[in-house]
């Protein structure tokens, strides 16, 4: 049960901090913010500076920025709907901004004990694979692999995993970049004598360590929260390709419940909150890319009405009745609260099913 609290209330941070990057901006451009509010439900403290409510609210699930003129118009000119373009477009990625730079200061921080990073090296063929000439040799370091830079441990193993029967890949040997086009490592079937079957490549892979200095942590640090967002495209291109169902998605309820087991599981209270960070750090990057989406509703969904009105105010002198986006905004919305209910549903059956 403690850890159901704390990953709710880990949960409510993120999306409060997300709101908190949207107000920072608005009050950096003297747009009105009318209200701020930290919590959603019944206000348990209230105050009001300048033309601003300030509010702390019951549940600790996420938070709000209400501007003056965001969704409706308005003839005060420090309204968000009157401000400049460039300006509105700085609010609205404000939030996904306040997100990636959480999930890099959590990795930061979670990185900074470390003593060294492992990084991914050819540790040479498995016998009786026929994979002694493919063109790697022992203790090449993994660059790239089929156009996906190896930025963290794991990079080459996950993106050998999802290639064909060849890849192109780009190793450092001896401090040069050697690069290795059409590498056939095909998947081969085996059953040993106790009739286990495996399916490997033919390769093995192995580590070596890099000293953990103050400019390697910033850099891993930075390396790591960028495949965050890299590996947030790729479930998306699953999910579009129908790689993956609704079934392998997951709402707040289970994005909870993770984060419960997560805990509980843990050998101890130190690891726990550790392991709890990582999911945080994941969590809050997803949240950055998911609501950059060029998507009704969601910040890209507005972003991208914005670009659409300058082209067009360009070429035509003409914009998008703002009557006619709020319609497709709020039948987006309506369509992600659908989508919501469904996952939420399924995550609640997954609960009960185990």
Not at 97 to 112: C, D, E, H, K, Q
Not at 223 to 245: E, F, P, Q
Not at 318 to 331: N, P, Q, S
Request: with cysteine.
């Amino acid at each position: 049960m403690v850890y159901i609290l704390v990953a709710i209330l880990m949960f409510g941070v993120l999306i409060a901090v997300h709101e908190f990057g949207h107000f920072i901006t608005a009050k950096l451009f003297g747009i009105r913010v009318n209200e701020f509010s930290i919590g959603m439900g019944p206000a348990l403290f209230k105050r009001e500076k300048g033309d601003t409510l300030y509010s702390l609210r019951l549940l600790p699930i996420g938070g709000y920025c209400a501007m003056e003129g965001e969704d409706e118009e308005s003839d005060d000119p420090r309204a968000f709907g009157n401000a400049v373009g460039w300006k509105k477009v700085i609010v609205l990625v404000a939030g996904a901004f306040m997100n990636f730079l959480t999930g890099l200061i959590i990795v930061l921080v979670l990185y900074a004990p470390a003593q060294g990073f492992y990084q991914e090296i050819y540790s040479g063929a498995m016998e009786g694979y026929g994979t002694e000439d493919c063109g790697l040799q022992e203790g090449d370091r993994f660059l790239s692999v089929d156009g996906h830079k190896v930025l963290t441990y794991g990079n080459a193993q996950f993106y050998m995993g999802r290639a064909g029967d060849t890849m192109d890949l780009v190793v450092e040997r001896d401090g040069e970049k050697v690069y290795l086009d059409d590498v056939s490592l095909p998947r081969q079937e085996r059953t040993d004598e106790e009739g286990n079957t495996t399916n490997y490549r033919g390769i093995t892979i192995g580590a070596q360590v890099l000293p953990a200095g103050l400019g390697t942590k910033l850099v891993y640090s930075w390396n790591t929260t960028v495949d965050y967002v890299r590996l947030v495209w790729v479930s998306l291109g699953d999910l579009v390709r129908g790689a993956v169902g609704i079934k392998d998605l997951s709402g707040p309820v289970g994005i909870v419940d993770t984060m419960s087991q997560v805990g509980s599981q843990s050998a101890s209270v130190g690891a726990a909150i550790q392991n709890l960070l990582w999911l945080a750090a994941l969590i809050a990057v997803n949240l950055a890319v998911m609501n950059l989406l060029p998507l009704p509703a969601l910040d890209g969904g507005r972003v991208f009405f914005l670009l659409l009105n300058g082209v067009l105010y360009t070429l035509f002198k003409r914009k998008i009745d703002a009557k006619y986006e709020g319609y497709v905004h709020l039948a987006g919305l309506a369509a992600l609260m659908t989508l919501m209910l469904m996952v939420t549903f399924s995550d609640i059956g997954k609960i009960i099913a185990r």
